[in-house]
């Protein structure tokens, strides 16, 4: 058992504790407040003059299958050879040692999605894990299935219409090519438990969409590409989350309507191609006017994720209130995860997975200290 003793406890549970105590004991959140009685025993860390938050959530990452310091051979991202993969799981791809990984963790994030890349069309299946150093992924499994990706705009255009000259071509063959699998999806469900069924992993896991086990996460920066998600998504009643979002300001009435969900970001990079045209830091500043219910990602390796708390800081600077900053990358997106009652927050039987952070957590002078995932407590040097 430990106590952590004598900090500023932000629980995201809509209180701050000044020196408060986080007892912790088998993994798990056991109290958290002010005058705490300590049980004989228990490891006792004073932490006087430090901040503690829960572990930070980065929602849409490629930790671990686009491995950083390698060249090809730690590309495992996307499935090239056809367009449409929904069998494809990154599960089989993350690699437990990618360096990218680690710094996460001592950079205070304990907890992430890992999405496939956005070349195809359907690319395959999203994993949660938790980054605290395990010899397997399945040490650090949390969700083995977060979602399906799914991609619109340029990028799948360009995979197929441009470098290998095949279907999509244009913006209308990627949409046709997701109505068609998930359509697929939909007869095959229609025939199990036939004499002879013949299973198939990849429309299984659209199954799992169509029965509103998995969402459909879909990559979309344009405006237009972000209505065209929603409209396979009302056509076909599931859910969606919407990834990136850089246009989703401009239809943030829409969003707010459905109750549909986006993960920002990632906010600190260039306008590198055409469809990031109208990117503005100020985005989730709009979404959280707007009232549509967002998180924010690094999209690492095109940001990396270890800086997760400076990004959020940054969206304070256009805008966003401080405390809504905090919440995008903690209790928000466990909450759009499916995960809030396990993470994301400082409760009484929530996963023991925090930071103790040496200044407010969103500054650039903040650094972790102590990281702790699962009750495992490291401290960093």
Request: aromatic content about 4%; charged content about 25%; proline content about 7%.
């Amino acid at each position: 058992m430990i106590a952590l003793t004598g900090g500023k406890i932000i629980t995201m549970c809509g209180k701050s504790l000044e020196r408060g105590t986080v007892l912790v004991r088998g993994g798990k959140i056991r109290d958290v407040g002010k005058n705490i009685d300590i049980p004989p025993g228990c490891r006792v860390i004073d932490i006087t003059g430090r901040i503690v938050t829960p572990g930070l959530i980065d929602a849409h990452t490629h930790l671990g299958v686009e491995n950083e310091g390698l060249g090809w051979e730690g590309r495992d991202v996307n499935e090239r050879s056809e367009p449409v993969t929904p069998g494809m799981h990154t599960l089989d791809a993350i690699n437990p040692a990618d360096i990218g990984l680690m710094e996460a963790y001592r950079g205070g994030v304990t907890t992430v999605m890992i999405a496939p890349g956005s070349a195809n069309p359907i690319g395959g299946q999203c994993v949660i894990i938790k980054t605290a150093p395990k010899p397997t992924v399945e040490q650090m499994l949390v969700e083995r299935y977060a979602g399906l990706k799914i991609a619109f705009g340029e990028n799948p255009k360009r995979s197929y219409g441009i470098e290998h000259k095949k279907m999509p071509v244009t913006r209308m063959a990627t949409a046709a090519l997701i109505r068609e699998t998930l359509w697929k999806a939909h007869h095959y469900m229609a025939k199990q438990g036939e004499k002879d069924f013949p299973y198939n992993p990849g429309l299984e896991a659209v199954a799992r969409v169509l029965r509103k086990e998995m969402p459909l996460r879909a990559h979309a920066h344009r405006a237009d590409d972000i209505i065209t998600a929603v409209r396979i998504a009302r056509e076909f009643d599931v859910d969606i989350i919407i990834e990136h979002g850089t246009e989703a300001y401009l239809v943030a009435d829409v969003l707010a309507a459905e109750e549909i969900p986006v993960i920002v970001g990632p906010t600190l990079s260039t306008r590198s191609k055409p469809e990031l045209r109208d990117k503005t830091m100020e985005s989730p500043a709009l979404l959280f006017c707007q009232g549509v219910a967002f998180a924010m990602m690094s999209d690492h390796p095109v940001t990396p994720s270890c800086f997760l708390a400076v990004y959020a800081g940054l969206a304070i600077r256009y805008g966003l209130p401080a405390n809504q900053a905090l919440k995008m990358i903690t209790c928000d997106a466990a909450k759009i995860l499916g995960l809030h009652n396990r993470i994301g927050s400082l409760a009484p039987g929530m996963d023991a997975d925090l930071v103790v952070w040496s200044d407010e957590p969103l500054l650039l002078t903040a650094r972790p200290e102590m990281v702790m995932v699962d009750g495992n407590l490291e401290i960093i040097e």
